[in-house]
Every structure is written in structure tokens, then in C-alpha cells.
């Protein structure tokens, strides 16, 4: 994969994750019911968008690294 195809499904990512914070796409998470670990859904959403856009962005640190062989 080259490194401006990666940047760009990366930053494609951010896009998304920061659409789907808005309305009219958030209104649809936007409720109290399930709780899910004890927070709201909608607190819950906004959690697992934190936590998989830090994933998108160590495997983009992990890829560039092994990328150019720095140690």
C-alpha cells in the first residue's frame, strides 16, 4: 500500500468519525437506553469512536515505522 493511499483512507476515517458526531447521523445514537458498561448509548458511541480512532492512528504509527525500517 503506498503511504498517500494510507493517508487518505486515514484521513477518509476522520471525515466519517466526525459526520457520524453530527446531526443528522448522531440523532440516531443520540438515546439513554441500552446502557452499555453503565454509561448512556450515546456516551457509549462516542467511547468506542475515541477508542477506534486511537486504534486507526497507532496502526498508521506502527505501518509507517515497519515501513522504514526504524527500529
Known amino acids: 500500500m503506498s503511504r498517500r493511499l494510507a493517508y487518505r483512507l486515514v484521513i477518509g476515517y476522520f471525515i466519517v468519525a466526525v459526520l457520524t ?3 443528522p447521523i448522531y440523532p440516531f445514537f443520540s438515546r439513554i437506553r441500552p446502557l452499555i458498561l ?15 480512532s486511537f486504534l486507526v492512528l497507532v496502526s498508521l504509527y506502527t505501518w ?3 515501513r522504514d525500517g526504524v527500529e
Open 21 to 23: 458526531t453530527m446531526w
Open 38 to 52: 453503565g454509561m448512556p448509548f450515546s456516551l457509549a458511541y462516542l467511547v468506542f469512536l475515541l477508542i477506534l
Open 64 to 66: 509507517e515505522r515497519r
